[in-house]
């Protein structure tokens, strides 16, 4: 069926509620794109991605071939909160349950593999969409119901108007602990997808276009003003597109930080930074970036190991006096619930699920910060030595 502009507000809400629907309740995710991906392209998917991430689901990306340099930034982005990108979409053996199309005209543009191919043809795969070009010889990929398929300046514009949606639902976002959607990282990528592919508002035509364009770009002006700098305004868009990606560009020296002081206890591959290498951090980078690389260093250091992973770090004492701690289960490794550890280390202000938790503790609770730490790694590394092999 050629694809058409989304006729009623019913229906497009409705269309949402259901990909929102499919976000809680499925849990392992493909993202793919168009054959050579463009920037709207790349930008849709990384944004995408970004919000399952937030929902604690298993998330990956598969380009088909590697990118220009270009885009790096954004692929940056995806490392920096464990969001996997593959360049070959044939070396994976995820049991996906649903499939995710960005900006993608029809089924023929599909980045192909084998793997993918079979994946595309297997009716018990939900498909969701999300594309801006309708009519000429377009057709729809998605499954019915679950094609967020319209007029817009971008299928960036699209995964933001999701975002807004989901920035609205507060019992939602307070059951998986998420303050905002919209990170800087989130409003990087939708940017990116929108000026790329309207080149900076040079192509828009319609009145439709130019009003979601500005609106947008209002919107996500306010945002960085209010959360990352908060004596700047910016008068264009392009100001507020370049200071993103110099504020972007922080986290890798962040990452760099922590994973320079990754150790192992056998399986178990930890990081624990303490005051003076936060003082260190907090003077070059902000909450946010440390909140966002922690997740991803816990990932990787599971994964690594092969069983458990723990970072901890001070929080900044401007904000806080807590101990943060994360705690991450390889995806193999299936044998422990993590919410165990919460009960045997008797932790009330803690949570999460059985493969990942977070708990935070006052400072004056634990007067012997490594000491602490051994212990929850000897707490793991027993764990681990239940896994059967």
Not at 37 to 60: H, N, R, T, Y
Not at 74 to 97: P, R, S
Not at 241 to 247: C, F, I, K, S
Request: hydrophobic share 35%; aromatic share 10%.
């Amino acid at each position: 069926m050629k694809k058409k502009a989304i006729e009623t507000i019913r229906e497009k809400n409705e269309i949402i509620e259901n990909i929102i629907d499919a976000m809680v309740t499925r849990r392992n995710f493909l993202v793919l794109g168009h054959e050579n991906p463009d920037e709207d392209c790349i930008a849709s998917m990384v944004a995408f991605s970004l919000l399952l991430s937030k929902f604690q689901k298993g998330v990956k990306i598969c380009l088909g071939k590697k990118v220009h340099e270009h885009y790096q930034y954004l692929l940056n982005i995806c490392k920096y909160n464990a969001i996997q990108v593959y360049d070959t979409c044939d070396t994976f053996a995820d049991d996906f349950d649903t499939i995710v199309i960005c900006d993608t005209p029809k089924p023929s543009m599909v980045e192909l593999s084998p793997r993918i191919k079979k994946l595309l043809g297997d009716s018990r795969i939900l498909k969701i969409e999300f594309d801006h070009h309708i009519g000429a010889d377009s057709r729809y990929i998605g499954d019915r119901g679950y094609c967020l398929v319209t007029e817009a300046t971008s299928a960036s514009e699209l995964v933001g108007h999701l975002a807004l949606k989901i920035r609205g639902k507060k019992e939602l976002l307070s059951e998986y602990q998420i303050e905002d959607p919209f990170t800087r990282n989130l409003v990087l990528a939708i940017l990116s997808g929108i000026i790329g592919d309207t080149n900076m508002g040079q192509f828009l035509k319609s009145r439709r276009e130019k009003r979601y364009y500005r609106l947008f770009s209002s919107m996500l002006n306010e945002m960085l003003a209010e959360t990352t700098v908060k004596e700047t305004n910016f008068k264009s868009i392009d100001e507020v597109y370049t200071e993103l990606q110099r504020l972007s560009g922080k986290e890798d020296t962040c990452f760099s930080y922590f994973n320079g002081k990754k150790q192992f206890s056998g399986s178990v591959g930890y990081v624990a930074l303490d005051e003076e290498d936060m003082s260190y951090l907090f003077s070059i980078c902000d909450e946010e970036t440390v909140v966002t690389v922690a997740r991803a260093i816990a990932n990787d250091l599971a994964e690594e190991g092969g069983t458990f992973s723990l970072v901890a770090y001070y929080d900044n004492p401007a904000q806080s006096d807590l101990i943060q701690f994360r705690v991450r289960r390889s995806q193999g490794f299936k044998a422990y619930d993590l919410r165990n550890l919460l009960h045997t280390f008797k932790i009330e202000n803690g949570g999460g699920h059985e493969g990942a938790i977070g708990f935070r503790i006052p400072r004056r609770l634990i007067p012997d910060y490594r000491g602490y730490v051994r212990e929850l790694i000897t707490g793991l590394g027993k764990a681990a030595g239940s896994r059967v092999v």
